[in-house]
């Protein structure tokens, strides 16, 4: 098996099932347009790439960057490609892609009163085998949802940073479609972190 991570080109024929994928695995709250998203890859602040398994498309990442900071938007394994390691082996290559820069993602918080929090639970311990770990930091986002901020290895990382490239992806939209506050959470140490 030959796992690779390869940058979505203008051209490429992935992009129908990007879309796709995309739109079923996101709800509508959590999505932004993806003529949006495609479109800021032309500024090369953000990429979309695509996992393969030889010549087989699994499922893509999409990563904003900046001199400091790749924050992993977007990832996403097919549907009949879930629970085989993918998500695990996507994960080891970004860290190689983005290898010198904090690697961040945001993970809903697990709350009793949510509908979703076997999922948010799941999703949190995913990560967590894969090495990203609480910085020590949360985001309130849209509707008042948090999102704890993790970091791969508990980087440390400076909490304007992840406002700074939601806004410098954004522009001034990014006030309207995705307000974003980073808040230190008391409850989490930012100690253990390097």
Known sequence: MTVK???????????KKIKALYLRAFP???R???WLLKKKTQRRIAEFCSLYDNDEWVGFIYTLKNDSLAYVFFL?????????GYGSKLIRLLTERYAGLVI?????RPDDQAENNEQRIRRQKFYQRNDFLHSGYYSVEKGGEKFDFLTYQ??????????????????LFQRFILPVKMIADENKSNDQHS
């Open 5 to 15: 991570l390869i940058e979505t080109k203008k051209d490429s024929k992935d992009w």
């Open 28 to 30: 509508a709250v959590e």
């Open 32 to 34: 932004l347009p993806f």
């Open 76 to 84: 996403a394994i097919d549907d009949n490609k879930r629970s085989h």
């Open 104 to 108: 961040g993602l945001s993970a809903e």
């Open 154 to 171: 508990g980087r440390k990382l400076d909490p304007d940073e992840y406002p700074k490239i939601m806004h410098e992806c954004l522009g």
